[in-house]
Each structure stands twice: as C-alpha cells, then as structure tokens.
C-alpha cells in the first residue's frame, strides 16, 4: 500500500482559500484513484472531492462544487486540494485517501493521517 501524507492545513479566515496537499510515497500514486474526505467534530467522515488515475475525471460533494478543485500530478506523486471562498462549515480535519477504484465512500485502502482546517468567521 501507498503510505500518505497531508499538509496545507491551517487557520483562516472566511472567505480565504487554503490548497491541501497530499505526497504519497511506497509506490507511485499513478495506479490509484485519490480522494479527499473531512471529518468534523462528533460528526462522520463525508467525501469531499475524488479524481482518477489519469486526472481526466473528477467527482465532487455537492458543498465542494465550484468553490474546491482537485488535482494531481503523478510525476510528483502528489495530489491536491485547492479550497476557495472557505466557510466555517469547512472546518474538520481533512483526509487524502487512495484506492483502486474510485468512490465516494470513505472504503478507500490508504489514508494519511489528516490535515486541520479551521475556518473562522
């Protein structure tokens, strides 16, 4: 399994925007889809954004579209979240997560271990 690590995270305020990002490392995240997930306090983990292997399709939880974009580039073993016009609803941890085949659900094989977002109003 891929091993995952997440960084970008932080304070801001609303209205900012953060990018998340995500470097895999054991093996190369080309042969897995990626998606991120958030998990707010004392509620369940939700599927934010995902991406397949080539980057050509792209799925989003109704809050993401329009304000998140997610990205990869497999050269640099790395996928991305950019997160704009942030609200304090945004805030939870957020996850990167990689499987061999692309969902919504939080299933996926590999997860790091989170980056804190906190949006302040």
């Known amino acids: 399994q891929v091993q995952l690590v997440e960084s970008g995270g932080g304070l801001v305020q609303a209205g900012g925007s953060l990018r998340l990002s995500c470097v895999g490392s054991g093996r190369l995240i080309s042969i897995y889809a990626m998606g991120w997930f958030r998990q707010a306090p004392g509620k369940e983990r939700e599927f934010v954004a995902a991406i397949s292997r080539s980057g050509g399709v792209t799925n989003y939880a109704n809050f993401a579209k329009g304000r998140f974009t997610i990205s990869r580039d497999n050269a640099k073993n790395t996928v991305y979240l950019q997160m704009n016009s942030l609200k304090p609803e945004d805030t939870a941890v957020y996850y990167c997560?990689?499987?061999?085949?692309?969902?919504?659900?939080?299933?996926?094989?590999?997860w790091g271990q989170g980056t804190e977002v906190n949006v302040s109003s």
């Open positions: 997560a990689a499987d061999l085949l692309v969902g919504i659900r939080p299933d996926y094989a590999s």
